[in-house]
């Protein structure tokens, strides 16, 4: 049985817009099929190299975007310097919604490898939406699903314990790439050590023995650079405040 899409790109395949990705590896995927010509030519699909700014801050909010393949990192901007890293976005993400009330952006989003998304103008977006209910509900839980990880994000940073917050975060990511199915997982980790540390406000030193303490207790185990087997239990993919009973359960805490 095929697993429903996710919101956005449910909303981009009603538009008629390239959504399917098939994975081509663990880092991304691939297109099922070509872009209509006629879209492509638009702008509307853009390649970015790793490393590639997708957008910064004090643009105009004047569109968002959908990753079909590879992952991004997204960074908020204070009016001093650069912040923490406010999350990752995956295939099946949207990403620009954070600056939504203001005319300018507040983050920053760069591509952590190779990457491809669909950029969807607001005014365009929300015009038609405004005449369709079926994208206007596809709208909304597109919406829905980006406030739940801001949600989920900040219930990792009120779990205290270094060790517990990243295994929190490892089950988390798991889940999101769906890879997170049964007893067993694993999540693939495009981002940096020194990124994981920054969007879990810890120090990296912190991160790197939490790497280890869960590794020697069995909790997870690392496959290759950017590869880490670890245990999911069904708490862990569900919302609030399932994950911190379940990372809880691990320590026997």
């Given amino acids: 049985?095929?697993?429903?899409?996710?919101?956005?790109?449910?909303?981009?395949?009603?538009?008629?817009?390239?959504?399917?990705?098939?994975?081509?590896?663990?880092?991304?995927?691939?297109?099922?099929?070509?872009?209509?010509p006629a879209y492509a030519a638009d702008g509307q699909l853009r390649h970015l190299l790793a490393g590639?700014?997708?957008?910064?801050?004090?643009?105009p909010m004047d569109a968002v975007h959908v990753v079909l393949r590879g992952s991004l990192k997204l960074r908020f901007h204070g009016v001093r310097d650069?912040?923490?890293l406010l999350g990752f976005a995956f295939p099946g993400d949207l990403v620009g919604l954070d600056a939504r009330p203001f005319a300018t952006r507040r983050i920053e989003a760069v591509a952590l490898e190779p990457s491809l998304v669909v950029r969807l103008p607001l005014a365009q977006i929300e015009a038609r939406a405004a005449e369709d209910p079926v994208l206007l509900g596809l709208w909304w839980k597109a919406l829905a699903t980006t406030l739940?990880?801001?949600?989920?994000?900040?219930?990792?940073?009120?779990?205290?314990?270094?060790?517990?917050?990243?295994?929190?975060?490892l089950r988390q990511l798991a889940a999101r790439q769906g890879r997170c199915q049964g007893p067993e997982g694993h999540a693939y980790l495009p981002m940096a050590r020194s990124d994981i540390?920054?969007?879990?406000?810890?120090?990296?030193?912190?991160?790197?023995r939490a790497f280890g303490r869960l590794e020697a207790r069995g909790e997870l185990q690392a496959r290759g650079l950017r590869h880490v087997g670890l245990r999911c239990p069904q708490a862990a993919v569900?919302?609030?405040?399932?994950?911190?009973?379940?990372?809880?359960?691990?320590?026997?805490t």
């Fill in 197 to 208: 540390a920054s969007h879990l406000c810890l120090a990296l030193e912190s991160v790197s």
């Fill in 1 to 36: 049985m095929t697993a429903p899409l996710p919101a956005p790109l449910a909303l981009l395949e009603h538009l008629g817009l390239p959504a399917r990705v098939a994975p081509a590896s663990p880092a991304a995927g691939r297109l099922r099929r070509p872009p209509p």
């Fill in 238 to 252: 569900l919302a609030p405040p399932g994950l911190r009973h379940s990372v809880a359960a691990a320590f026997g």
């Fill in 148 to 169: 739940r990880q801001r949600i989920e994000h900040t219930e990792l940073l009120d779990i205290r314990q270094a060790p517990l917050r990243v295994l929190g975060f």
């Fill in 82 to 84: 650069t912040g923490p």
């Fill in 52 to 59: 590639a700014l997708l957008f910064g801050r004090d643009e």
